[in-house]
């Protein structure tokens, strides 16, 4: 795995979260666990983490797992975006790509560690732009990285990252390959 700029990722992602609308957060996502507000704070929650991971920081005490809109703060538009700000920032030094780091709780080489934050950025941008309705557009550098991580999964899933692949016509639009890769169905709508 190579290094990554995961600036276009995240500010896409900023600006997608931006435009979340309050009666949309109890609504519905490609993730079936996780509704709109659920995610939103993964989506921090990820960006704070996988910060801390570049820059090779212990978070400060136990942090449970992201994903509960009862969380939010009455902040969160500004505060996700100037954390996800962060983590592209974080990932644009050099030695955030060396060693050994941690997410999670788990113990991962950095590159891997950044290649994962560029993933859930642009799984995770998709999932948000398809529960809100707003057009998604992500640049062909993050895509083809993503396309290279998530092909390395078993096609029946692997829990707690990827559901069972969703067939795909090799014809389709990468993003949409690539979505069925992650195991969500690219026509998924919350309707």
């Known amino acids: 795995m190579s290094k990554c700029d995961l600036t276009a990722a995240a500010s896409t992602m900023a600006e997608l979260i931006r435009k979340v609308a309050d009666d949309q957060l109890s609504g519905p996502t490609p993730c079936p666990d996780y509704s709109l507000g659920d995610l939103v704070d ?13 820059n090779k ?3 400060p ?5 992201s994903g509960d809109a009862s969380r939010l703060t009455d902040d969160w538009r500004r505060r996700i975006p100037a954390d996800l700000a962060r983590l592209a ?13 941690q997410a999670g709780g788990i113990d991962l080489p950095g590159e891997v560690a950044g290649v994962v ?12 732009a398809r529960a809100t309705g707003q057009h998604y557009d992500v640049d062909s550098e993050s895509l083809d990285a993503v396309a290279d991580f998530v092909q390395g ?18 014809n389709a639009p990468q993003l949409e390959r690539v979505i069925g890769m992650a195991g969500r169905d690219p026509k998924w709508s919350p309707k």
């Not at 999964?153 to 090799?170: E, K, Y």
Request: charged letters at 15%; hydrophobic letters at 45%.
């Open 42 to 54: 993964h989506v921090g929650g990820f960006a704070t983490a996988f910060t801390w991971a570049a």
């Open 57 to 59: 920081e212990v978070p």
């Open 61 to 65: 005490g136990a942090q449970g797992p």
């Open 89 to 101: 920032e974080a990932w644009k030094q050099p030695d955030a790509w060396t060693g050994m780091t």
């Open 117 to 128: 934050a560029l993933d859930e950025l642009v799984i995770h941008g998709w999932d948000v």
């Open 153 to 170: 999964f078993s096609s029946d899933g692997t829990p707690g990252l990827f559901g069972p692949r969703v067939a795909v016509p090799d």
